[in-house]
């Protein structure tokens, strides 16, 4: 018989939340009289232990059942969110999401693959909504005289920043800006040539020659 799992997202920073989570599925439990295998908790708190649902992964085993309070429990975003139920499902793991009252089955199952169907146009809905509102708002600015982009002249920062001081010295004893590339690993001196003409840097070498 397969193995039925919970999963709890757990936030130290929002109490609420997690404590709705074990009530739905106590709730949700104790209606179907399911016999739980296995209680997993997950602490994640911030954008940065995100991560940390690689444990549900880990912990999940094949023809197994993982019931949820809520799709969010999976990610933040819908991309990451439909990444872990179809690897799940792949898995020939069940999901059942109390909340969103979904029962799916595994990915060869025709109402299952219509429901990622859903999110998948979701996503790509939600991606073209963001690139309008980006859009829409650079025309507005536009439109209201404001100049877009970066102010003229500035100066962006450069990989080769670190190896100015060297650059420069290289320069001063009369080498080639393709055999300063070459001498410090570059594999195109065009990058290099590009960084000392945007910086004027040859010519900063002459002024400080002639004084």
């Known amino acids: 018989m397969s193995k039925i799992f919970t999963y709890i997202r757990k936030n130290q920073n929002n109490e609420k939340y997690t404590q709705t989570q074990e009530e739905s599925i106590e709730k949700y439990i104790n209606k179907?009289?399911?016999?739980?295998d296995k209680k997993i908790e997950i602490d994640i708190s911030t954008p940065s232990e995100e991560k940390n649902i690689l444990q549900l992964l880990e912990n999940c085993e094949k023809n197994s059942t993982l019931v949820v309070s809520n799709l969010n429990v999976f990610g933040r975003s819908i991309e990451t969110i439909l990444e872990i139920v179809k690897f799940l499902l792949s898995n020939k793991i069940r999901i059942i999401v109390v909340?969103?009252?979904?029962?799916?089955?595994?990915?060869?199952?025709?109402?299952?693959?219509?429901?990622?169907?859903?999110?998948?146009?979701?996503?790509?809905?939600?991606?073209?909504?963001?690139?309008?509102?980006?859009?829409?708002a650079l025309t507005a600015?536009?439109?209201?005289?404001?100049?877009?982009?970066?102010?003229?002249?500035?100066?962006?920062?450069?990989?080769?920043?670190?190896?100015?001081?060297?650059?420069?010295?290289?320069?001063?004893?009369?080498?080639?800006?393709?055999?300063?590339?070459?001498?410090?690993?570059?594999?195109?001196?065009?990058?290099?040539?590009?960084?000392?003409?945007?910086?004027?840097?040859?010519?900063?070498?002459?002024?400080?020659?002639?004084?």
């Open 141 to 211: 600015k536009k439109l209201n005289g404001i100049a877009l982009g970066k102010p003229k002249g500035t100066i962006q920062k450069s990989k080769f920043d670190m190896q100015r001081d060297k650059i420069e010295e290289l320069l001063s004893v009369g080498l080639s800006v393709r055999k300063i590339s070459k001498l410090l690993g570059y594999n195109n001196h065009i990058g290099l040539n590009n960084y000392v003409k945007k910086r004027d840097i040859k010519t900063n070498l002459n002024k400080l020659k002639d004084n």
């Open 32 to 36: 179907h009289n399911f016999k739980i």
């Open 99 to 136: 909340e969103q009252n979904l029962d799916l089955l595994d990915d060869k199952d025709m109402l299952t693959q219509m429901i990622l169907g859903v999110i998948t146009m979701t996503l790509t809905l939600e991606k073209e909504l963001m690139s309008l509102r980006t859009k829409e």
